[in-house]
């Protein structure tokens, strides 16, 4: 069955999307999206460094995304404007990681496929990749479910309980560089942040509780996953591109519904 | 444990933030059921008091001594909810710990609330909002309830009846609460003792006491004394053997 390349396409699009919709949820409501952005756009530089030293491409985008998500959860936290320090760090990364990605020469190297994502070139072992990385993210965010909504809802109230909101905050970073590496293969540097945040934010109208709404999200992801890769494939379309822009079609519905629904 | 035993002893306490001193050389002791009301002017520190309490801001001198096993109920100032978390009460009620749907419902109704556990809590009123974050405190079933301007947004009679509210929860649930609050005259009838905060503890003792202390006159004005008349009423129950005799004296501090 995984030796077909569509059943094994699907899979990753599953996969990735069931990691990023709980996650992505935190991300919109703690205001994260550039901060996603930022960590995603780091990727670039880890492709560059794992070519050169000749490593895993897994391995190399998620120390570069780890190393930016904790850059950038120090810097804000030691008042730099995180707005302005995410702008600058998140451009520039991804700049340079194309640069140095320039100076590899004798490396044939399929860029679009690192911007926009390759998903029909996942292979058996990426599978196994984006399945272990879905799990452990979810994992993750299941055992710390209560410690991460409390600190979000406000950091004083967790302090008040006896938590650590910034250890909610390193496990929330923790949980973005690994959804960066698993989702490079699917969708690339440039859309992974509109994988957190636009089924994210579908589901918002959807839900009644942070529990539904994640659901929701894993849900609707998922469905762009398995919708864009099928209109991709009869329209002949980049399959990135056409997941995010099914996804974006969602969220336009949902926001019209939910409008009508207020006005009548 | 004894009556005697304070469940929060501060000594020495200074906080600083940035170049400032916010709080310098506090000494203040909580003990079990007292009714504590720190008043000040505004930048006075009170709200860092508070967060130091709970443990969000770390002394740069002196010590928080709390209690072993101490369970904190604390009701911020305010709570910003994102828009784009959609939240129940009773959600809110189970944050960090799963409640039962009959301790939601007491304790909504312990808060003056009636039962709208399936509201979200952007649908509240600000009166609302401030009693669900009292109901969630007291979930916690807190030895030390801690509220930091619980009143804003409401009007007189509004706050008023809620500081009654809290007297009402800390006959019934036992606990100590320490207070903050603008609204001198209003609050001090409730209160067992009221600590007036300046950057340092200005002056404290009974609410009678430091209302007619030159340091708080100097600070407020002598404005509220009518209005202290106005809402005092009787206690018809004696707790003052639980803390040491009130003084008054001031200190002087080189900061």
Redesign the interface.
């Known amino acids: 069955m995984l030796d077909d390349f569509m059943i094994r396409a699907a899979l990753a699009g599953v996969g990735t999307a069931l990691a990023a919709a709980p996650l992505g949820c935190f991300v ?4 994260m999206a550039y901060f996603g952005d930022a960590t995603a756009h780091a990727a670039m530089l880890g492709v560059a460094l794992a070519l050169a030293f000749e490593t895993s491409v897994f391995g190399g985008v998620l120390a570069a995304a780890l190393l930016m998500g904790v850059t950038v959860t120090t810097l804000s936290g030691r008042g730099f404007a995180a707005d302005t320090v995410l702008g600058v760090l998140a451009h520039s990364s991804l700049a340079i990681g194309l640069v140095a990605v320039s100076f590899l020469s004798g490396i044939p190297i399929d860029l679009m496929g690192y911007l926009l994502g390759d998903i029909l070139a996942v292979g058996k072992s990426d599978l196994a990749v984006i399945w272990g990385g879905a799990l452990a993210v979810n994992a993750l965010i299941a055992w710390r479910w ?2 991460l ?2 600190a ?12 650590d909101p910034q250890r909610e905050q390193l496990a929330l970073t923790l949980c973005l560089a690994v959804t960066v590496a698993i989702a490079i293969k699917v969708v690339g540097v440039l859309l992974i942040a509109a994988l957190l945040v636009i089924p ?2 579908t589901a ?1 109208s959807l ?7 994640a659901v929701t999200a894993a849900g609707l992801g998922s469905l762009a996953a398995l919708g864009g890769l099928g209109l991709s494939y009869r329209l002949d379309t980049p399959t990135g591109p056409t997941i995010v822009s099914l996804a974006a079609a969602m969220f336009l519905a949902s926001v019209l519904i939910t409008g009508l629904r207020q006005t009548t | 444990m004894t009556a005697s035993e304070p469940l929060v002893a501060i000594r020495g306490l200074s906080v600083r933030l940035g170049d400032h001193d916010i709080l310098a050389n506090i000494d203040l002791d909580i003990h079990p059921r007292e009714i504590v009301t720190v008043v000040g002017p505004n930048g006075s520190g009170k709200s860092t008091l508070v967060r130091a309490i709970i443990g969000a801001l770390r002394p740069s001198r002196g010590s928080i001594a709390r209690r072993p096993g101490l369970r904190l109920g604390y009701v911020p100032q305010k709570l910003h909810i994102d828009p784009t978390l959609p939240m129940t009460v009773a959600r809110f009620l189970s944050l960090p710990n799963r409640r039962r749907a009959q301790d939601i419902a007491d304790a909504l109704h312990t808060a003056g609330l009636p039962d709208l556990h399936g509201r979200q809590m952007s649908a509240l009123s600000g009166g609302q909002f401030q009693r669900v974050l009292l109901a969630r405190a007291l979930l916690e079933q807190p030895d030390l309830l801690l509220l930091d301007e619980p009143t804003q947004g409401l009007d007189q009679p509004g706050s008023a009846a809620f500081y009654h509210r809290i007297e009402e929860v800390r006959e019934r649930v036992g606990c100590a609460v320490l207070m903050i609050s603008h609204e001198l005259h209003v609050v001090m009838s409730a209160s067992d003792r009221v600590v007036c905060l300046n950057g340092h503890v200005c002056c404290h003792g009974t609410p009678e006491v430091v209302a007619t202390a030159p340091e708080y006159r100097a600070l407020f004005g002598t404005g509220t004394q009518g209005a202290l008349a106005l809402y005092r009423h009787t206690h018809d129950h004696a707790h003052d053997h639980d803390h040491p005799q009130p003084e008054h004296h001031h200190k002087d501090h080189a900061i």
Request: net charge positive; proline share 3%; hydrophobic share 45%.
């Open positions: 919109v409501w703690r205001r209560s410690a909504l409390t979000t809802v406000g950091s004083d109230l967790a302090k008040a309980s006896g938590m994210a934010a918002r839900s009644r509780t942070p529990e539904a709404m």
